[in-house]
């Protein structure tokens, strides 16, 4: 029952997005001279930590490079193909257990705040480039004799190639992967998310 | 053109790439020197030595002489004695074992420039024709005596092959008692030494790297302990990749001792552990506590009276005093119960000196040479001590027009060599 409940929704989904992308549908291209708007982006999915050297040689048999990732951008959408904006949200870079030379145990979790300005280019209709920089506010959280978190700043950028579907005239379903590197600490953190886009303000 | 483009992507891409550089302390087995026959040599053969060589073949890699001398660790019950040989060129040295097979004196290790990532390995030999019985005889040496080193040098892990010969000249300068001081407890970690600094294990390389005293970096931990580092955070510069970011003192000595390793895979030492290697494994004579923190000194004054007392009990030649290197850390140190009478390093002006009763005084080297105000410093039956020199014309400089009575240094073995070649 709880199967088929899923089957009817994704079909409802199906239905619903092809219906609406009959009419002309959500582009990031510019439509016409001298209309502007603000998009939002908000993306949730997961990611990976693929720098090397992350965790103590030690512990590195315990390290999860597993981690989710959820973002916001505004982007502002002028009447010329480069678009400016901010991103920002949260990420775990990776997270680790271990246990002491007494079997007391604890763990460690990176995550980070990025926060950073992003341009971007439509290629085609529907697949976009994004590239931005600034500074990702990382946290370390430990579990280890005693609880401690530690934060600090390091500069980072971002570049990411998404494709949407539009679903209506100012709204889009995306799927972006994307690549953030806080530099300054060598973290790197590949991710896959899906992303509801959303042309909230025109003028 | 797109098939260009995209190869310059690709190129662009794989430059951009960060290196990372490296130069491993070289394999170093010699069966001849292994030999069960080989010998170690005596003090006296070591002590004679010692001295200033001009290098004939060589020369265009290590310059145009060398000064050779012993250092040593103790470990335990036992002593190591290594040769050290510190050259004019590219901040060279070598650091090689010496044994004595039959009447030849064998000589092992290896070399390093540390201006770049050059090393390798080095086999030494003074047999009879060279002059080996004038060092293995029981008799002091005389001017006659005439001896030389010959042997070959490799790059990398390659069986040497390349000549090298040097012949002694005269013997060190050693007129007037002369600091050479190790910054970061030897070096930094940046010019990859086999060690990381503000390490147990750099400690006990620096003497081997010329130094006859240290500068230690002290920290506090969230929880109080007095630890060796460098900056105020954790970083990519000085520790392993361990998810823990930020101020040092955000994290208690449990914290750091289980999951942080500095570079080359040490753990971040307790200033106890590490005046503990200083008192009872090196022959260091000068410990500087540079403070790096803002805080009561109390606990770091204690530790350094329990081991300067330490010292003396054992008949070791050592001062362990305070560096002072700002206002700050000055009103903490005058806030010490008699600090008149604490033995401290003071890097601010004169008159600050004076204040804190300082045995020291240590300005930066860029206020230039100060022979005056050096003079008026040693007048006052105190020391002054130079710090950071690390270019080799600049040490030469400040020894052959100065009148410090120490100089600091990433480089030591470059002040080594321009001191004890002095004239």
Redesign the interface.
Known sequence: MQKNRHLIFFYFLLFTITAYTQEEGFTSQPTKRGEYSLVAYISGGAGYYI?N?????Q?RSNISNRGRIGTVRVMWHPDHLLKVGLETGYLT??T?S?E?SVRNS?N???SATPLLVEWTMAVTKRINLFAGSGVYF???H?D???K?S???VSVGWMAAASYIHPLSKDIGLGAEIKWMDAAE??DGFISAQVQLIWKFIKW | MKQLITIAYILLIVTSC?REFVAPVPNTDWDLFNSPTAVRLTRLTMNKMEGIYSFGAGADVFGDSTALKWSYTVSGNDTSYKLSMFCEKQAAYFILEGKRLDTSILLNGYWRKLVNTETGRVRLTINQVNGSNYLISPSPLNSNNKFAVTGTFSYGDAVPDRPVNIQYNRSLNRTTPFQIIAHRGGGRTADILPASENSIEILKLAPQLGSTGVEIDVRLT?DGIPILYHDA?L??RLV????????IE???Y??LN????LKN?ERIPTLRDALITIVVNTPLNLVWLDIKYHGSLQTVAALQAEFQQKANNMGRTLEIMIGIPDEEVQKNFLALPNSASIPSINELSPEKVIQTNSKVWAPRWTLGLQNEEVAAQQAQGRRAYVWTLDIPENIQQFILEGRFDGILSNYPSVVAYYHYAKK
């Open positions: 720098s050297r992350g965790v103590p040689h512990f870079f990776y680790y271990f002491d604890g460690v979790r990176l990382l946290k370390t430990l280890y004799a005693g401690t530690s934060t600090q600490t060598a | 960060r969230k955070r970083n990519e392993q990749k361990s998810g823990l970011l930020g101020p955000n994290y208690s449990a914290q289980t999951i942080v390793r895979g």
